[in-house]
């Protein structure tokens, strides 16, 4: 299982069901399944949040509501699953460059590479099916804020665990502090350039990669030849 579905609840206290009430295990069943899905991104692209619905869905899709309330109860249930695909597809771009190798580079190639894995997530989310609506979701609707604070938790332990191999002397309760504080001005990047187009996402991008590696460098030269 996912760690990000681990750490996301089935539901708040006071809000929707967010439990898919099946899963589907045969062909047919998994083409309906993925229709469903790939319908309701298109239509949130089109649409927005407020006005998707499940019986928008349903005339898109071609069918009846007890179809789709088999696999999701609500329109959150849908958003749902969305958020947790994307923040999947995001967080394994993120798991390939959290290494020991990427926290003991240079300053210059560190603050290269930040620059290229926040270019890499941003294309990947502007090309997903409805990837900024869902971006915009996961941050507005309370009950799918567990799936963006799942996963950000998530990839802030493992970029802590490569930065604490590369420099294990590092008081690791401020690498974590750094972790998540560089993960949470990504996505706030990510999410200012899709309100803002105006902006200009490599000169975002370069400022960000140098606010980070500036970071990373001051901890590490409070360690004894650890920063370059």
Known sequence: MHPL??????STPLGPDLRPKALPRQGRAQETYERILGVAAD???EVGIERLSTNLVCERAGLT?????????NKYALLHAMGERLMAVQNQLLQAWATPETMAQPRAKLEA?????????LELTQA???GVWITRALRAVPALQAVRIGSHRHVTALIEAAFMAAH???DRAEVRVFARLAIESAYASQEM???DPELDPMMVGRMLAAMVAGEAFRLRRRVPGGGR
């Open 43 to 45: 239509l949130l692209g």
């Open 168 to 170: 294990p002397r590092v």
């Open 113 to 121: 590479s930040v620059l290229g894995l926040f270019v890499q997530t």
């Open 193 to 195: 350039l899709f309100d």
């Open 5 to 10: 579905t681990r750490a996301t609840p089935a």
């Open 128 to 130: 997903a099916p409805a």
């Open 65 to 73: 509501p007890p179809a789709l309330y088999r696999y999701f109860p």
